[in-house]
């Protein structure tokens, strides 16, 4: 369970850089929290 959680936070970081590179920052800030939110759940 804890690796599937950081491989999906993981692809949402990733995500959140090539929307960034976009200048889409709006839609990277968005990205980026459910990145950490998925990594939160693999800490705990």
């Not at 936070?9 to 970081?13: C, F, I, R, S, V």
């Given at each position: 369970m804890i690796e599937s959680r950081l491989e999906i936070?993981?692809?949402?970081?990733d995500d959140?850089?090539?929307l960034v590179k976009k200048k889409r920052i709006n839609s990277a800030a968005s990205r980026a929290y459910y990145a950490s939110y998925q990594a939160m759940w693999a800490a705990l």
């Open positions: 936070a993981k692809a949402y970081l959140a850089m090539i």
